[in-house]
């Protein structure tokens, strides 16, 4: 093979977008579905950061230390899309699913995490948003249970009812 002909097969491989897409935390944002999945609402991250926000310091099983949260509450993005009371499925970007039904939300947590101690989170760090419960607060939600709600890679909430 020449080495026009290598250039030209390298420059085809790259055209083909080889590394991953990046996405800038400013694309990043939040669907919110119907159950009978006729209605969808998108929340971006300009929005979800223009709800009221509140802190949780906590560890966590995937953490070493604790780590500062900060994001607006669930309850404050249901109430935004008239959906408090409702079941939810929460939907990570890997499909992962899990339920978490209304009376295990308050109207201070969990949180919808946008940052951790001060700063976005990638893909690679749980991000962009992370379901947070204040675990070292409060000791009730230190169980398999909880920990296994708390979804990172959020991005679909589903209205189960």
Do not use: C, H
Not at 9 to 30: C, M
Not at 37 to 47: M, R, Y
Not at 67 to 81: A, K, N, Q
Request: a negative charge; zero cysteines; proline letters at 5%.
């Amino acid at each position: 093979m020449t080495l026009k002909n290598s250039l030209l097969a390298f420059a085809y491989v790259l055209s083909f977008g080889i590394s991953a897409p990046t996405v800038s935390f400013a694309e990043s944002q939040l669907t919110i579905i119907s159950e009978n999945a006729t209605a969808e609402i998108v929340l971006t991250d300009d929005e979800l950061m223009a709800l009221p926000q509140l802190s949780i310091t906590t560890g966590t099983p995937w953490t070493e230390m604790p780590m500062v949260y900060e994001g607006p509450t669930l309850w404050s993005v249901l109430e935004r899309v008239e959906a408090i009371g409702s079941d939810i499925e929460l939907v990570a970007l890997n499909d992962y699913k899990v339920r978490l039904t209304a009376d295990r939300i308050t109207e201070d947590w969990p949180i919808v995490a946008r940052l951790q101690n001060g700063e976005t989170m990638s893909i690679r760090e749980k991000g962009p948003y992370w379901l947070m419960f204040p675990f070292d607060n409060v000791k009730e939600l230190q169980t398999e249970t909880f920990f296994s709600l708390s979804i990172w890679q959020l991005a679909k909430i589903e209205l189960l009812e």
